[in-house]
């Protein structure tokens, strides 16, 4: 860890620690040629004069899918779920990594609000429905990070040039209105720690990321449509209809009969008569719609664009427990992917709020990570970590991949040992061994017939009795 120079400016000093730590967001002297195309790059800078209309009619689709589809919320809703189990942990990479790093973390952990679990479930929800998490940092009066606000990524436009790169950091992106286009307001790129999932180009600092679910949305219409079309055929067939033949009836006898009929609906009525040839059929409604198979075909469709199988939202009609069991291991490594791209912007966040306490950090110093990977329950996750012990791994080793923070887990058993010992040390009193010296010695031999006084097996002077 290296701590920046106190003497020089703190926006020169910042500015410089920025560059260093995101290098790739500005123009690097060796680089050449562009990151986008050509045609690309043009189309990009019309985008800058107005709001992005088509990222921001996506995520409107997929906003309005979550109201009023179950099925994508609860996918939307369930990933979220999955991704913070367990909230964010620390692990320090160094044992000997400063400890103001953890104090640090744990004051900005709770100030930003990271350790409520609606918090992070609404910043999950937004970066998987919406496809980017845009947390504008807040800094108070001493130049600290208080606050992650969550802004509407659909509103949110980075300004970069014809080669991806931000045009000037200082004025990385801007938020526009949607209904003038109106710029209300513009962020450097320290203040805007911006999660992307799936961008075209990770290093085109202009490619923003994708909601999960865009590429089923056509899909999703045309099942919305067709279960609607299904309701109304089931509507409109469903009641007992009769068929009135009257064979040689001219109009207005028909018409009177017609009239008599309908007359009667009222009542109950069993038995028609008619004084020449005819009949009454019954023409039987739909009992049932079991024709669905096209219905089946676009909820296959729509599910295999989901990262999870469709068994997990209740459609387990023919699916085998082996193959759901291959499908839910798949989902969950689409799980871990989201937790590592969500903590990221937290860590990223982290790291600029370091920046202007004056503290830069080594890139493998320290790791923040959603304590639970791949949504595996307790009893798994106890003995995968007893196999590793067996292996012999070390202890923090394991706790780290078990989601704990080893440092933590460290100081609680040091803290249980220090309230379980019966001997407790004599505080800062030490030996010429080095080691504390205890408050109360013991003298092995010294009871009776050579036996230990703290022997619990002793039976005492009333042989075990008790008290009388």
Same mark, same amino acid.
């Given at each position: 860890?290296?701590?920046?120079?106190?003497?020089?400016?703190?926006?020169? /000093?910042?500015? &410089?620690?920025?560059?260093?730590?995101?290098?790739? &967001?500005?123009?690097?002297?060796?680089?050449?040629?562009?990151?986008?195309?050509?045609?690309?790059?043009?189309?990009?800078?019309?985008?800058?004069?107005?709001?992005?209309?088509?990222?921001?009619?996506?995520?409107?689709?997929?906003?309005?899918?979550?109201?009023?589809?179950?099925? +994508?919320?609860?996918?939307?809703?369930? %990933?979220?779920?999955?991704?913070?189990?367990?909230?964010?942990?620390?692990?320090?990479?160094? /044992?000997?990594?400063?400890?103001?790093?953890?104090?640090?973390?744990?004051?900005?952990?709770?100030?930003?609000?990271?350790?409520?679990?609606?918090?992070?479930?609404?910043?999950?929800?937004?970066?998987?429905?919406? *496809?980017?998490?845009?947390?504008?940092?807040?800094?108070?009066? @001493?130049?600290? +990070?208080?606050?992650?606000?969550?802004?509407?990524?659909?509103?949110?436009?980075?300004?970069?040039?014809?080669?991806?790169?931000?045009?000037?950091?200082?004025?990385?992106?801007?938020?526009?209105?949607?209904?003038?286009?109106?710029?209300?307001?513009?962020?450097?790129?320290?203040?805007?720690?911006?999660?992307?999932?799936?961008?075209?180009?990770?290093?085109?600092?202009?490619?923003?990321?994708?909601?999960?679910?865009?590429?089923?949305?056509?899909?999703?219409?045309?099942? @919305?449509?067709?279960?609607?079309?299904?309701?109304?055929?089931?509507?409109?067939?469903?009641?007992?209809?009769?068929?009135?033949?009257?064979?040689?009836?001219?109009?207005?006898?028909?018409?009177?009969?017609?009239?008599?009929?309908?007359?009667?609906?009222?009542? %109950?009525?069993?038995?028609?008569?008619?004084?020449?040839?005819?009949?009454?059929?019954?023409?039987?409604?739909?009992?049932?719609?079991s024709d669905m198979a096209d219905v089946v075909h676009l909820l296959d469709t729509f599910?295999?664009?989901?990262? &999870?199988?469709?068994?997990?939202f209740g459609y387990t009609g023919g699916l085998a427990r082996d193959i759901l069991e291959?499908?839910?291991?798949?989902?969950?490594?689409?799980?871990?992917?989201?937790?590592?791209?969500?903590?990221?912007?937290?860590?990223?966040?982290?790291?600029?709020?370091?920046?202007?306490?004056?503290?830069?950090?080594?890139?493998?110093?320290?790791?923040?990570?959603?304590?639970?990977?791949?949504?595996?329950?307790?009893?798994?996750?106890?003995?995968?970590?007893?196999?590793?012990? &067996?292996?012999?791994?070390?202890?923090?080793?394991?706790?780290?991949?078990?989601?704990?923070?080893?440092?933590?887990?460290?100081?609680?058993?040091?803290?249980?040992?220090?309230?379980?010992?019966?001997?407790?040390?004599? *505080?800062? =009193?030490? *030996?010429?061994? *080095? =080691?504390?010296?205890? =408050?109360?010695?013991?003298?092995?031999?010294?009871?009776?017939?050579?036996?230990?006084?703290?022997?619990?097996?002793n039976p005492g002077g009333n042989g075990g009795r008790g008290r009388a």
């Amino acid at each position: 860890m290296k701590l920046l120079t106190r003497a020089t400016n703190a926006a020169t /000093a910042f500015a &410089a620690a920025w560059k260093g730590f995101n290098p790739a &967001a500005s123009n690097l002297p060796g680089e050449k040629g562009d990151r986008l195309a050509s045609d690309v790059a043009m189309e990009r800078i019309y985008q800058q004069m107005w709001i992005d209309t088509r990222r921001r009619e996506a995520v409107q689709l997929m906003r309005t899918m979550d109201t009023e589809d179950g099925r +994508v919320k609860r996918i939307h809703t369930k %990933i979220a779920r999955d991704c913070i189990r367990g909230g964010l942990v620390m692990q320090m990479a160094k /044992a000997t990594s400063n400890k103001t790093i953890k104090r640090e973390w744990e004051v900005f952990k709770g100030r930003l609000q990271l350790d409520v679990g609606e918090k992070l479930k609404s910043d999950a929800r937004g970066f998987v429905m919406e *496809g980017n998490l845009p947390l504008q940092l807040v800094l108070n009066e @001493v130049r600290e +990070v208080v606050a992650a606000i969550r802004m509407p990524s659909d509103t949110i436009m980075p300004i970069t040039d014809m080669g991806g790169r931000f045009k000037n950091p200082a004025a990385a992106y801007e938020q526009r209105d949607v209904m003038t286009g109106q710029v209300l307001a513009s962020f450097p790129a320290w203040q805007m720690a911006m999660c992307r999932l799936d961008p075209d180009n990770y290093d085109d600092m202009g490619a923003m990321g994708r909601p999960l679910l865009d590429a089923c949305a056509t899909t999703w219409r045309k099942l @919305v449509m067709t279960e609607e079309d299904l309701v109304i055929r089931r509507r409109m067939r469903a009641p007992l209809r009769l068929s009135h033949v009257l064979e040689g009836a001219d109009g207005p006898a028909l018409e009177a009969y017609r009239k008599t009929v309908e007359n009667e609906k009222g009542e %109950i009525t069993t038995d028609f008569y008619s004084n020449r040839k005819g009949g009454v059929t019954a023409v039987q409604g739909d009992g049932g719609l079991s024709d669905m198979a096209d219905v089946v075909h676009l909820l296959d469709t729509f599910f295999s664009g989901s990262p &999870a199988p469709k068994a997990l939202f209740g459609y387990t009609g023919g699916l085998a427990r082996d193959i759901l069991e291959d499908l839910k291991r798949d989902y969950y490594d689409e799980v871990d992917g989201f937790q590592d791209a969500l903590a990221g912007g937290y860590n990223l966040a982290f790291r600029i709020h370091l920046l202007f306490k004056g503290i830069d950090p080594d890139t493998d110093e320290f790791t923040l990570r959603f304590a639970t990977r791949r949504t595996e329950t307790p009893n798994q996750i106890a003995d995968l970590a007893l196999k590793y012990i &067996a292996l012999g791994l070390p202890e923090d080793m394991v706790y780290a991949d078990m989601g704990l923070d080893p440092d933590y887990v460290r100081e609680k058993k040091q803290e249980q040992a220090a309230r379980t010992d019966p001997y407790p040390t004599a *505080g800062d =009193k030490v *030996g010429p061994d *080095g =080691k504390p010296v205890s =408050k109360v010695s013991i003298t092995p031999g010294n009871a009776r017939k050579g036996e230990s006084a703290t022997s619990i097996s002793n039976p005492g002077g009333n042989g075990g009795r008790g008290r009388a």
